[in-house]
């Protein structure tokens, strides 16, 4: 297996960011595009845990719209073969205490890249 194909790696950082434009803008119909359409999709949060598609998604139709800027402190993007990446990261919200981390699972599928699995968890 070939990790961080060129070409692959490119694909994967711009869907991760095309991600986190949309989060720190509440595109919501971008977020839930990006999202696999799925019953096995899963999303940990830092106060919910959701299972399925459709929970992620009336999540973020719900989500208050506002304190969601936030500074990525470092982002790590590994690709494994040519359909499968993680995206890990860490993030200072703006006027936040706590750091935060995240992590995706992002899978190639007929429709492009999509996340499979994400957890956000913010540090003590």
Same mark, same amino acid.
């Given at each position: 297996?070939? #990790? ?8 994967? %950082?711009?869907? !991760? ?9 509440? @595109?919501?119909? #971008? ?5 696999? @359409?799925?019953?096995?999709?899963? /999303?940990? &949060? ?8 459709? =929970? #992620? @998604?009336? !999540? ?6 506002? &304190?969601?800027? /936030? %500074?990525?402190? /470092?982002? *790590? #993007?590994?690709?494994? &073969? ?8 860490? !993030?200072? /919200?703006?006027?936040?205490? @706590?750091?935060?981390? *995240?992590? *995706?699972?992002?899978?190639? %599928?007929?429709?492009?890249?999509? +996340?499979?699995? =994400?957890? +956000?968890?913010?540090?003590?």
């Amino acid at each position: 297996m070939e #990790i961080n194909l060129p070409y692959v790696l490119a694909e994967v %950082t711009t869907a !991760f960011a095309r991600y986190e434009d949309a989060l720190v803008n509440n @595109k919501v119909d #971008i977020l839930d595009e990006l999202f696999w @359409k799925s019953e096995h999709t899963l /999303r940990y &949060g830092a106060g919910e845990n959701l299972y399925g598609y459709e =929970a #992620i @998604k009336a !999540f973020r139709a719900a989500r208050p719209a506002t &304190g969601l800027e /936030r %500074t990525l402190l /470092r982002t *790590q #993007i590994t690709t494994y &073969g040519d359909s499968f990446a993680t995206a890990n990261c860490e !993030f200072q /919200r703006v006027g936040g205490a @706590k750091p935060g981390r *995240q992590s *995706q699972t992002w899978m190639r %599928t007929p429709d492009g890249w999509r +996340v499979v699995s =994400a957890h +956000v968890s913010l540090l003590a």
